[in-house]
């Protein structure tokens, strides 16, 4: 669903966006997509557990410790940071996790670097048996072929799309399926452009750039500008804003209509990602720092 922005926007631009995180309650936005394919291919290769990795609030330990679940599956998460195994209780998106089933490994985070590396993954097999991996993110050839669902022949009528990056998978999909007068515009939750480098494995479009000037200090990071813009933009859309990822790229593309980089009579599709179920962790954060929350109800 295509959601138009009420806000008016100078030299007739205009914007709307696309609610993937309506697609489904728990598995939200580009999840679903990543994950559509990759369940399926562990169905065929019948095996009954799933593993993969993520941080304390990852939005892709929810979505697949919910989908593992509802497909069947046997869910093992692989989580960064093992001072975080006596705090699953105070943690809203591990705490989901356990409740779907997912068992949680807690491990160093100098052991979790190693995560890609084949002697680690054998080990692991050892440790828990044959195991279907999905990589951190969830992005391989089978989450792209997902992404490349986002966009419809409906969104032909967009000049920009613009979406947000986590792993680089979101971004390498819809680049595979955009029309040729389409460009895409890339928002990295990161810093640096170092995903150049792991798109470009997976595209071969040129017509795509990142624009790295709003991750807001890097992966995980808010301000207080930003939570202020989230709630607004709610507040005037009805439409709720994850602060690590969506509510960052959307921020930066109204920022760049202002500072006039996009034609007159612009049309921009923002995808919105999900994310949603991590607000509840960054508010608690947020407490702590005495800083203002997000408003999720809008």
Avoid at 28 to 52: C, D, M, P, V, W
């Amino acid at each position: 669903m295509n959601q138009p922005i009420k806000t008016q926007f100078p030299n007739s631009i205009e914007i709307h966006i696309k609610r993937e995180d309506l697609i489904h309650p728990f598995v939200s936005g580009n999840k679903f997509r990543k994950l559509k394919y990759n369940l399926l291919q562990a169905k065929i290769e019948n095996h009954q557990t799933l593993l993969t990795f993520g941080g304390a609030f990852s939005n892709h330990i929810a979505a697949v410790a919910f989908a593992g679940k509802e497909k069947g599956f046997k869910t093992i998460g692989m989580i960064r940071g093992d001072e975080l195994e006596d705090k699953v209780s105070e943690n809203p998106t591990l705490s989901f996790a356990q409740k779907c089933g997912m068992q949680l490994e807690f491990i160093s985070r100098v052991d979790y670097r190693l995560k890609s590396e084949v002697s680690f993954l054998e080990n692991l097999k050892q440790k828990f048996g044959h195991f279907y991996l999905i990589p951190e993110g969830g992005t391989n050839e089978l989450a792209i072929k997902g992404c490349q669902e986002i966009l419809t022949k409906d969104d032909a009528e967009f000049d920009y799309i613009c979406c947000s990056i986590g792993t680089g998978g979101t971004i390498s999909g819809i680049i595979n399926s955009v029309l040729p007068h389409q460009k895409v515009l890339g928002f990295p939750a990161l810093k640096g452009d170092f995903l150049k480098k792991e798109i470009r494995i997976f595209v071969q479009n040129e017509n795509w750039e990142l624009v790295t000037d709003y991750h807001f200090g890097g992966y995980g990071k808010v301000n207080a500008a930003l939570i202020e813009f989230i709630n607004q933009f709610n507040l005037e859309n009805q439409i709720p804003l994850d602060p690590i990822y969506t509510g960052k790229m959307v921020f930066g593309v109204i920022d760049l209509i202002k500072k006039n980089y996009f034609p007159a009579h612009s049309k921009i599709l923002l995808i919105h990602t999900g994310g949603i179920q991590g607000i509840q962790g960054m508010n608690m954060k947020l407490r702590n720092k005495q800083l203002p929350t997000i408003d999720i109800n809008g």
